[in-house]
């Protein structure tokens, strides 16, 4: 397995071991309260660490070349970052319905259970240091990689979500535990879960979204847009020219943690030889195996 795959799975590893524990906690604390945005925040765990799973199997599955699949299944990280977000939406969704039952029947039938606090404020700190910590660490390593693995990035900004969310439940709780009862805010201590969770949902609704069109665009082959990558690669193709040829343009496809280049050739001699073609591309692969990684090169005669 590539140096930069163990990387990623070991990355993912530690956020499953991490994503666990928060998520015992969570429900202990959500069993113990009641309140919903903590249903939304330890759910939202919990499928970091069922996507987390599914994807550590995946690091070390798209990798591998078989007789069917000999450039490996790389498609699979991006159909593994469509699922997670269209999971999040979902849980985003529902939790926002959710709370927005338990509100109607507060203001409309006047019944509701009064929320309780309790530990929330604890764990809600605990949970922001280590969701930063988390956070830091996912995009440390992806870094290391050349910020090629479509798998970490979408666990990192799941992570960030996460994070933000225990954020604001924690700034919630503690203003309901100074709120004091019987004050024109009373209303608060039925409802304060609706609000938190509507503005979380509001705030966060786009990280799925974002995750999801990056995924969406790497399986059906869209062309990388990042700027300095591009300029890289099209600097490096211009350096590794076969003779008698003209570059005219490149385009690179990547899908999961590899990439595919394009290089657009014209001839300009009578004849090209193929072993500098070949010679060419392998030392141009070489080349960009430096900071890509998992890179494919193909000379394009159009």
């Known amino acids: 397995m590539p140096t930069q795959k163990l990387l990623e799975r070991k990355a993912l590893i530690v956020g499953i071991v991490i994503n666990v524990l928060q998520v015992l906690a969570g429900v202990a604390v959500f069993f113990m309260t009641g309140l919903k945005a903590m249903f939304l925040d330890f759910s939202f765990t919990a499928i970091s660490v069922l996507s987390g799973m599914v994807a550590v199997y995946l690091s070390s599955r798209t990798v591998r070349t078989t007789e069917r699949f000999p ?5 699979l990280e991006p159909i593994y970052a469509i699922c997670k977000a269209i999971f999040t939406m979902s849980l985003l969704v529902y939790s926002l319905i959710d709370v927005c039952r338990v509100a109607y029947d507060y203001f409309v039938f006047g019944s509701g259970e009064r929320i309780e606090t309790g530990p929330v404020v604890i764990y809600e700190i605990l949970t922001v240091i280590v969701c930063f910590s988390l956070y830091m660490y996912y995009r440390r390593s992806n870094r290391s990689i050349g910020d090629s693995s479509t798998m970490l990035t979408a666990e990192c900004k799941s992570t960030l979500v996460d994070g933000s969310m225990s954020f604001g439940i924690g700034v919630v709780a503690i203003f309901l535990m100074l709120l004091p009862a019987g004050g024109p805010l009373d209303f608060l201590h039925y409802t304060g879960d609706f609000f938190i969770t509507v503005a979380l949902v509001a705030l966060t609704i786009k990280e799925p979204f974002s995750v999801l069109k990056e995924a969406f ?10 700027d300095e990558t591009n300029a890289y690669v099209e600097a490096e193709a211009q350096r590794h020219l076969p003779a008698n040829t003209d570059y005219e343009q490149t385009l690179i496809f990547k899908t999961g943690m590899n990439y595919t280049v394009d290089v657009y050739l014209s001839g300009i001699g009578e004849t090209i030889d193929v072993a500098d073609l070949i010679e060419c591309k392998r030392s141009l692969e070489k080349e960009l195996a430096k900071r890509l990684h998992i890179v494919d090169v193909d000379f394009v005669f159009d």
């Open 71 to 75: 450039n490996g299944m790389f498609a």
């Open 217 to 226: 665009v790497e399986l059906v082959g869209g062309v990388h847009d990042d």
